[in-house]
T-cell receptor
């Protein structure tokens, strides 16, 4: 049972273009939605995160759009650069767990073409 | 570097052998997590420690798996009688319950290959 569904599985974008990754969830008990970036041979690193009480959060070239009624959220990377090539995971964290465990999507492998 | 460190980075073992991994969290972090990541998938939660207490375990953590954090600092994850299905990247993360407890910092992982 996949609690956070992510698409696409892989994405190729030209340098300077916009990269868009989409995620959906079912469990309304989730109350924190982080995005993680993972480079080969490294662990995931927090990129940006949002809570469901806001519809958008922007940090530099990275923006999360959040639609609470549709239970969907997406990551937009503006002016995509070759250094952005990595695997991106959307995630959710349930408020019912004292462990603050992260529930990850399946990942999107992003390649930025020079 | 004061991040989360994991040892070894790679482990190759034969089916049926026991293996043990170590995780050293960020020094001031009292929360420690283990995750497992298989190829092409996102990490999956295995277990969580608050100080030395193991407070939550996933159903993924079969009885062949055991994790400890004896003094509330480093942690070990042991897999007994390894199976080929145990091949994966084992990630450790840590966080603090002060400030934003939602932010977890990950180590680079231990890649286990069971032959």
């Amino acid at each position: 049972q996949q609690q956070v569904k992510q698409s696409p599985q892989s994405l190729i974008v030209q340098k300077g273009g916009i990269s868009i990754i989409n995620c959906a969830y079912e469990n309304t008990a989730f109350d924190y939605f982080p995005w993680y970036q993972q480079f080969p041979g490294k662990g995931p690193a927090l990129l940006i995160a949002i809570r469901p009480d806001v519809s958008e959060k922007k940090e530099g070239r990275f923006t999360i759009s959040f639609n609470k009624s549709a239970k969907q959220f997406s990551l937009h990377i503006m002016d995509s650069q070759p250094g952005d090539s990595a695997t991106y995971f959307c995630a959710a964290m349930p408020q019912y767990s004292s462990a603050s465990k992260i529930i990850f999507g399946s990942g999107t492998r992003l390649s930025i073409r020079p | 570097d004061t991040g989360v460190s994991q040892d070894p980075r790679h482990k190759i073992t034969k089916r049926g052998q026991n293996v043990t991994f170590r995780c050293d969290p960020i020094s001031e972090h009292n929360r420690l997590y283990w995750y497992r990541q298989t190829l092409g998938q996102g990490p999956e939660f295995l277990t969580y420690f608050q100080n030395e207490a193991q407070l939550e375990k996933s159903r993924l953590l079969s009885d062949r798996f055991s994790a400890e954090r004896p003094k509330g600092s480093f942690s070990t994850l042991e897999i007994q009688r390894t199976e080929q299905g145990d091949s994966a990247m084992y990630l450790c993360a840590s966080s603090s319950d002060r400030g934003d407890k939602n932010i977890q910092y990950f180590g680079a992982g231990t890649r286990l290959s069971v032959l």
